[in-house]
C-alpha cells in the first residue's frame, strides 16, 4: 500500500490515478498542433506575398553597398536610394527597348522567309530519298495561313490570359520595387526598431549576420553587373566583326543572361545569336559558337576568379544545385536569390563553425594544378 502511495506521490498522480501532468501537457500539444496549422494556413495563403518579400529583401541588401557608400560622402539615403534605382531602371529600360525591335523583326522576317525554309527543307528530304515534291511542299505551307486565320477566334482567349498575366507581373513588380525602396532608404530605422526587443549580445550577433549577408548579395550584385558589362562589350566587338545583325542587343543578352544564370546560362544566352547568325551564314554561325566556348574559358578563368574572389566565391556544383532548388521552390526568382543565399549561409557556416585539419587518405587527395 505504501509503495502505491509513493508511486503516486512520484509521478504526480490525482485521486483517479492520471498524473497531473497529463492534462497540461495535452492542452500544450492540442495549443501548438492548431497553432502550428492555422500558421501553415497562413503562410500558404500568403505564398506570394512572402515570396515578393523576399525578393525585396535581397534586392534592399544588393542595393545597400552602393547606398552606403554614397551615404557616407554626404548623400542622403533617400536620394542615394532614387538614383541608384534610376540608373537601374534606365538599364533595364534600355535592355528591354533594345530586345523588342530585335524580336519583332526577326518573326517578321521568320515569317516572310518561310517559303524559302520550306524550299530548303523539301530538298533536304529529296537528299535523304524522301522524294517530297518543292513546289507541293511549298504550296502546301502557303495554304496553313486560312487555318491560322481560323484560329484567331481561338486565340483570343490566351491573349487575354497573357494580358492578365502581364498586368499581374506589372503589379508584382511595382510592389517589389516599393519594398525594396523603403527597406534600403529606411534600412537604419527598421534596425533599430527590430534590435530594440533583443538583448545586446544578440543585437551583435544579428548585426553580424546581416553584414555578412549584406557583404555577400552586394558583392554578387555588382560582380554579376561589372561581368555582364564586359561580357556585353566583348560580344559587341566580336558580333558587329563577324557581320551579326543587331549585334549590340544580341551582345547585351548573352552579357544578362551569362551572368545571371549560373553555370549554364552562357550556353543558352548563347544559342539566340547563334540561330540569328546561321540565318545569315553557316560561318558566322560557327563563328559566333567559337567566341561563345573560348570566351566562357577566358571568363571562368581568367576574368571570374578576380572580381569574384573577394566577393562570392561557389564551386560550379555548388551554383547550379543552389539554382535548381531555388527555381524548384520559388520558380525564377528563386533561380536568381539562390546564389547569393548559398554564398551568405556557406559564409555563415565559415563564420560559426570551426574547422579542422584533415587527416591523410587517397580519397581526400587533389590533383596536382
Request: no cysteine.
Amino acid at each position: 500500500m505504501s509503495d502505491d502511495s509513493d508511486s503516486r506521490s512520484l509521478f504526480g498522480a490525482g485521486n483517479d490515478g492520471m498524473p497531473a501532468w497529463l492534462p497540461r501537457l495535452l492542452l500544450q500539444i492540442v495549443v501548438i498542433g492548431v497553432g502550428l496549422m492555422i500558421a501553415f494556413t497562413i503562410i500558404r495563403a500568403l505564398r506570394g506575398f512572402l515570396i515578393l518579400l523576399l525578393i525585396s529583401f535581397f534586392l534592399s541588401t544588393a542595393f545597400e553597398p552602393g547606398v552606403a557608400f554614397l551615404s557616407r560622402r554626404g548623400w542622403r539615403r533617400g536620394a542615394a536610394t532614387g538614383i541608384l534605382f534610376g540608373v537601374a531602371g534606365v538599364l533595364t529600360l534600355g535592355f528591354v527597348g533594345l530586345m523588342i525591335p530585335l524580336l519583332v523583326t526577326q518573326t517578321t522576317e521568320f515569317v516572310a522567309d518561310l517559303p524559302s525554309y520550306g524550299e530548303r527543307l523539301a530538298e533536304f528530304g529529296n537528299r535523304l530519298g524522301l522524294r517530297i515534291s518543292t513546289d507541293d511542299f511549298v504550296d502546301n505551307l502557303a495554304q496553313t495561313d486560312p487555318t491560322f486565320n481560323g484560329l484567331i477566334g481561338g486565340v483570343a482567349g490566351p491573349v487575354l490570359d497573357v494580358g492578365g498575366r502581364l498586368v499581374n507581373t506589372v503589379f508584382q513588380v511595382l510592389t517589389i520595387g516599393l519594398f525594396t525602396f523603403y527597406l534600403t532608404a529606411d534600412s537604419p530605422r527598421l534596425r533599430r526598431s527590430v534590435l530594440s526587443v533583443l538583448p545586446e549580445h544578440r543585437q551583435r550577433e544579428v548585426l553580424r549576420m546581416l553584414d555578412i549577408a549584406i557583404d555577400k548579395t552586394g558583392g554578387y550584385f555588382y560582380s554579376r553587373v561589372l561581368l555582364a558589362a564586359v561580357a556585353s562589350l566583348v560580344g559587341w566587338v566580336v558580333l558587329t566583326l563577324i557581320d551579326v545583325p543587331f549585334a549590340l542587343p544580341l551582345a547585351l543578352w548573352v552579357g544578362v543572361f551569362s551572368q545571371f544564370v549560373p553555370v549554364v546560362g552562357t550556353y543558352i544566352g548563347g544559342l539566340f545569336p547563334v540561330l540569328i547568325a546561321l540565318a545569315e551564314s553557316p560561318t558566322q554561325a560557327l563563328l559566333v559558337v567559337v567566341y561563345v566556348v573560348v570566351y566562357q574559358q577566358i571568363e571562368n578563368y581568367l576574368l571570374a576568379p578576380r572580381i569574384t574572389a573577394r566577393t562570392m566565391a561557389l564551386h560550379p556544383a555548388v551554383a547550379f544545385g543552389s539554382a535548381i532548388v531555388g527555381a524548384t521552390l520559388l520558380g525564377v526568382a528563386g533561380a536568381l536569390i539562390a546564389l547569393p543565399a548559398a554564398a551568405t549561409i556557406q559564409a555563415f557556416v565559415a563564420t560559426y563553425f570551426d574547422r579542422h585539419v584533415v587527416v591523410d587518405s587517397h580519397l581526400v587527395r587533389e590533383e596536382p594544378e
